[in-house]
């Protein structure tokens, strides 16, 4: 182990993590990278990339410095209770990962907003037939989750001219314009009333799990679509089905699901108000997972701590 | 006739205008309006407001002082050869119509961009499939016509992190963040170049009736993304069959066709790359209509000449 080559090893249950080994590469030229399956001395480790890690094994590597997340999200990384708490968990932070999440967001909502699905149905068929246009002014879109992600996604509703509201745990010190702010239990009423449109951007935290659910969807207005990019264990999977049932919500955009893949014979799949996709919202770039792991590696290692360090208490 | 009561015609011969007398009479109370199947006496009529109006008919009204487009476009009321050329012809401007137009645009880039379909299509056939993801940045839009709306749009697509490109007839003084301008017939083969999208915003002049043909997109890289928000005439119907048939272009999203409502039997309806919505890219609302129409009636009346005046010569 030297400052000049560190050892980092990637980790995941769920994805071949060899994808990042290139952009590691042109970082840090003649690095020392292990996989899961091939650890080595796990004393030779500096730091661990993570996207769902083994359960158990990051308390294994003794010399362990970061423990550096290839997502937004940390919580795939605290559902390991046996992290080594003195290293510091770092999420990932990258431009185009907001960018992609913002242009996913817009799709999802101008599509439900707009009818998109009726005139995708209607030209497979010949048929030219309008659907009522309202202006994005008088469509109100909730985000709830005002984190980095979740603000730029405002902040781009609100460029598009849709009339935005924004839920976050504290209050905001600075919101964008055309966002309008609200926060904690006590502000939640508020926030869902008259929303068309909610968008779920929440960390998951245990205050957060199962936070959509039939008891918040009755707080919306007969009718309104539902997009999740948060986790697929924000939402009540039986508690959306019933409210779509019911006519209560119109239609659900998911990104994500409590089990990914969604198993081909889930009831998602067969409803056509919900539209499922593969967790595909956004993806950090290898080269941004690189180059923040190394970067929050050399803070680390001169005692300093990332600005995207997380804490096991808020779960982001 | 007189200043405090003016009279107003309502022409069309494709729409049934009079979904705009309740914004006339909340902006006007007492207001004299007529219908073309009821016109009266002709003389007593200040203003006509248009869409598609009857050939011949503007000729007819003696004491006309203003002519009103219903859109940001007046090629529908410059189509009639009898127009009286003493009186002005204005285009309606709208914040609404601006955003209505921007969220549409934002839709088809993205829907394409992010490979929605192939998403719509395996959510309806409980496939977890995921398509590739490109940078937004690395994702080339080109928005041919600078006017009101195309300005909007390239703005907007630049604020989702697009690398756009503008093209209008002449230079543009300024330009939003993020937008690169060129111009000109000498600048239209670097504007081309490499655009992964392209976005027709154009108004209809003799110029540009057709400048959606074989020669264009052959400057295209293959595989490009066609939307036409502009007018049915900008495009050669036979020239997109064409391109698509050799797979020069991969997709297209057409808010308008040369005859609408396009025919049942029509070719464009059975090709899946191919998506026809209805002209509803955006409306004017009424309210800005009779608005607009009554302010530049004072205008003109008072010897003045509305900002949103256009001539047959530009077209716009």
Known sequence: ????????????????????VPAFEAACPGIDWRVRDDLRDVADIDAAVCWQPPQGLLNTLPN?????????????????????????VCRAVDTDMTAGMIAYVAWAVIN?????????????????????????GEHRVGVAGL??????????????????????????????????????????PDFLHGIDTLVCLLPLTDETRGFLNTTLFAQLPRGSHLINVGR??????????????????AAATLDTTHVEPLPTDHAFWRDPRILVTPHIATRTSATAV??????NLNLVRAGQMPDTRTTRANGY
Chains 1, 2 share one sequence.
């Open 1 to 20: 182990m030297s400052a000049a080559q560190p050892c980092v090893a990637l980790l995941s249950q769920s994805l071949d993590m060899r994808y990042l």
């Open 64 to 88: 362990l410095q970061l423990i550096q997340s290839i997502g937004a999200g940390v919580d795939h990384i605290y559902a390991d209770a046996t992290l080594p708490e003195h290293v510091p």
């Open 112 to 136: 439900r907003h707009r009818h998109f699905p009726d005139y995708v149905a209607n030209s497979a068929q010949g048929l030219w037939r309008e659907s009522p246009i309202v202006p994005p």
């Open 147 to 188: 984190g980095r992600l979740g603000m730029a996604v405002a902040q781009a509703l609100a460029t598009l001219g849709y009339a935005v509201h924004g839920w976050s745990r504290s209050p905001k010190d600075r919101l964008p314009a055309g966002v309008t702010g609200h926060h904690g239990a006590a502000g939640l």
């Open 232 to 249: 697929g264990a924000h939402l009540v999977e039986a508690d959306l089905l019933a409210a779509l049932a019911s006519g209560q919500l």
């Open 290 to 295: 690189a180059r923040q792991t190394l970067a």
